[in-house]
């Protein structure tokens, strides 16, 4: 019985420290070992920068070198210009933007080197493009237009005698009378488009492919007489009435059938000659 209680004495505090004592996994929850901070501002140090050595009282690579004026030259970048003595009396003017020369009163005189030139230290601003401004095409109706006799114009080529009326419509009925107006196009402003017959008939234009660029063609109306120039005379496909599009300018444009080529039109542009 003594024995045993003695043993009791002796194991009951191993059993205790044992219960009590935290476990190698919970002890790494306590931890509170970390890594150093790295510096947060880095070093400054010439030889860490740059990795050599400075060179105190000599040239180093990395030395700002402010260039140097010639003799007798100073730096007036305020104004845009590099002033350098030069002959008295005389003097550039920047201000006008010119390359004469004017008398300067009192003082030494200075020749002024515009900004963006050989010895300027200023760059010019450069210039922006400006956009192209749109013109819509013309048009103007022929309604309202018509003469007593119902022709609403006349057409005069003086370099092939040809002095016609026009009628409204391309159709065979005005070429019978003279040159029919594509009603799809503009009658007076812009680009109007006229037709007739090559040959065979009172009233035939077929003589315009002869044209030459500069030949003049006047319209008439009841608005007044344009003079225009030939600028494009040309043999195109009978399906081509590209040339018929509305135009910003003022031109006329003819057409009439290529003898003895049925596929075939003849072109004539002529653009107004203003004065």
């Given at each position: 019985m003594k024995t045993w209680k003695t043993l009791s004495k002796a194991i009951l505090p191993i059993l205790a420290m044992l219960v009590l004592a935290p476990s190698a996994h919970a002890a790494a929850d306590y931890s509170f070992e970390t890594t150093a901070p790295q510096?947060?501002?880095?070093?400054?140090?010439?030889?860490?920068?740059?990795g050599s050595q400075y060179n105190y009282g000599g040239k180093n690579v990395v030395d700002y070198q402010i260039p140097e004026l010639e003799y007798g030259v100073q730096s007036t970048t305020m104004t845009g210009v590099m002033e350098r003595t030069t002959l008295p009396g005389l003097q550039q003017s920047v201000a006008t933007g010119g390359s004469g020369y004017s008398v300067a009163g009192g003082g030494p005189i200075t020749e002024l080197v515009e900004a963006g030139k050989p010895g300027s230290a200023v760059t010019p601003t450069p210039t922006i493009p400006t956009s192209p401004t749109y013109q819509p095409p013309s048009y103007t109706s022929a309604e309202g237009m018509a003469y007593k006799d119902g022709h609403i114009g006349t057409i005069k080529i003086p370099s092939l005698k040809i002095d016609m009326k026009l009628w409204e419509g391309e159709t065979n009925a005005s070429m019978r009378k003279g040159l029919g107006h594509y009603s799809s196009t503009s009658a007076w402003d812009g680009n109007v488009g006229?037709?007739?017959?090559?040959?065979?008939?009172?009233?035939?234009?077929?003589?315009?492919?002869?044209?030459k660029q500069g030949d003049t063609i006047t319209y008439t109306t009841m608005y007044g007489t344009r003079t225009?120039?030939?600028?494009?005379?040309?043999?195109?496909s009978n399906t081509d009435w590209s040339y018929l599009q509305a135009t910003s300018d003022n031109r006329l444009t003819l057409t009439t059938c290529l003898a003895d080529h049925p596929e075939s039109r003849v072109v004539v542009q002529a653009v107004e000659v203003r004065s």
């Open positions: 510096d947060y501002y880095k070093s400054t140090s010439y030889e860490d920068i740059y006229a037709c007739g017959h090559n040959r065979g008939t009172k009233y035939a234009i077929g003589t315009i492919k002869n044209l225009y120039a030939v600028t494009l005379v040309k043999t195109i």
